[in-house]
């Protein structure tokens, strides 16, 4: 008998990921529910109608809540208390649920499972998989799992929905709620993506100063690339000793004394209520 699963905002950037995925995944039955009409027309392009969610709901033996983090505390008020006993909650991020914003049931599993997107090192031999960058297509990614509330079981049973609904999956990490959020949004966005728009806004900085923008493009991505590779060890270098003094020089130029408490569990706290409201 065929798992029944409800992807809540199946017309969504992820949504549509995850249902592309799904409709290779036939030992799966899954209704769809979008309110948006931009999601809608995209599901419809699919093949793909939108279920009732009093009717669907009420059926699932999972229900993935793939919504905003904005969004997500008040659309599971409406949602978690129309699933049977026993059923799983799967989202997709730690924000919501560290922020205590998603409805709580006793009788239902909580799961979270979130995307690692392919490596910068990872290796593809079709130039399609190599271009798949966020993942789900045909690129290979590992996953971070967390069981959230709940028996084994349902981190069982939510680990092997990720795997289908971000397949190709290399490997299935399981952590907890807080290292999650460690991870996301402490690490990857509060930390590497705006240290990354720094670099993007210094790249835009030297083609106003006249640097021939071929020129920068080859030259910064070719450098971030062999940096990347030399400090996670996916190579036997070292950099220069002219390049490690002028690192130093610029730390403290760069970054306020202090700036690891963004890793505090306080502070991650925090940033994920500038997220959830």
């Given at each position: 008998m065929?798992?029944?699963?409800?992807?809540?905002g199946?017309?969504?950037?992820?949504?549509?990921?995850?249902?592309?995925?799904?409709?290779?995944?036939?030992?799966?039955?899954?209704?769809?529910?979008?309110?948006?009409?931009?999601?809608?027309?995209?599901?419809?392009?699919?093949?793909?109608?939108?279920?009732?969610?009093?009717?669907?709901?009420?059926?699932?033996?999972?229900?993935?809540?793939?919504?905003?983090?904005?969004?997500?505390?008040?659309?599971?008020?409406?949602?978690?208390?129309?699933?049977?006993?026993?059923?799983?909650?799967?989202?997709?991020?730690?924000?919501?649920?560290?922020?205590?914003?998603?409805?709580?049931?006793?009788?239902?599993?909580?799961?979270?499972?979130?995307?690692?997107?392919?490596?910068?090192?990872?290796?593809?031999?079709?130039?399609a998989?190599?271009?798949?960058?966020?993942?789900?297509?045909?690129?290979?990614?590992?996953?971070?799992?967390?069981?959230?509330?709940?028996?084994?079981?349902?981190?069982?049973?939510?680990?092997?929905i990720?795997?289908?609904?971000?397949?190709?999956?290399?490997?299935?990490?399981?952590?907890?709620?807080?290292?999650?959020?460690?991870?996301?949004?402490?690490?990857?966005?509060?930390?590497?993506?705006?240290?990354?728009?720094?670099?993007?806004?210094?790249?835009?900085?030297?083609?106003?100063?006249?640097?021939?923008?071929?020129?920068?493009?080859?030259?910064?991505?070719?450098?971030?690339?062999?940096?990347?590779?030399?400090?996670?060890?996916?190579?036997?270098?070292?950099?220069?000793d002219?390049?490690?003094?002028?690192?130093?020089?610029?730390?403290?130029?760069?970054?306020?004394?202090?700036?690891?408490?963004?890793?505090?569990?306080?502070?991650?706290?925090?940033?994920?209520?500038?997220?959830?409201?």
């Amino acid at each position: 008998m065929a798992l029944k699963i409800v992807l809540v905002g199946a017309g969504g950037k992820m949504g549509l990921r995850i249902t592309d995925n799904f409709l290779k995944s036939p030992h799966y039955e899954v209704m769809y529910l979008e309110v948006s009409q931009q999601g809608k027309d995209a599901l419809a392009q699919k093949g793909i109608s939108i279920a009732q969610q009093t009717e669907a709901i009420p059926e699932a033996d999972a229900v993935i809540l793939a919504l905003p983090d904005i969004a997500i505390g008040k659309l599971s008020e409406e949602m978690i208390p129309l699933m049977k006993p026993g059923a799983l909650v799967l989202t997709l991020d730690p924000a919501a649920p560290l922020d205590g914003v998603i409805h709580h049931r006793d009788d239902l599993g909580y799961v979270i499972a979130h995307p690692c997107h392919p490596s910068v090192f990872n290796w593809e031999p079709a130039e399609a998989a190599f271009k798949d960058f966020y993942g789900g297509i045909s690129a290979k990614q590992s996953i971070v799992v967390t069981l959230m509330a709940g028996a084994e079981h349902y981190y069982n049973l939510g680990e092997q929905i990720a795997k289908d609904m971000y397949q190709p999956v290399k490997d299935a990490h399981r952590i907890t709620l807080e290292q999650m959020a460690i991870l996301e949004p402490a690490m990857v966005e509060t930390l590497a993506q705006t240290c990354m728009e720094v670099v993007k806004e210094g790249y835009d900085k030297i083609i106003e100063l006249g640097v021939p923008e071929a020129a920068a493009r080859d030259f910064v991505l070719g450098h971030l690339r062999i940096q990347i590779a030399v400090l996670f060890k996916e190579v036997n270098g070292t950099f220069s000793d002219a390049a490690y003094k002028i690192s130093k020089r610029a730390r403290p130029i760069l970054f306020k004394e202090g700036w690891e408490r963004i890793f505090d569990m306080d502070d991650i706290k925090q940033q994920v209520r500038d997220i959830t409201n």
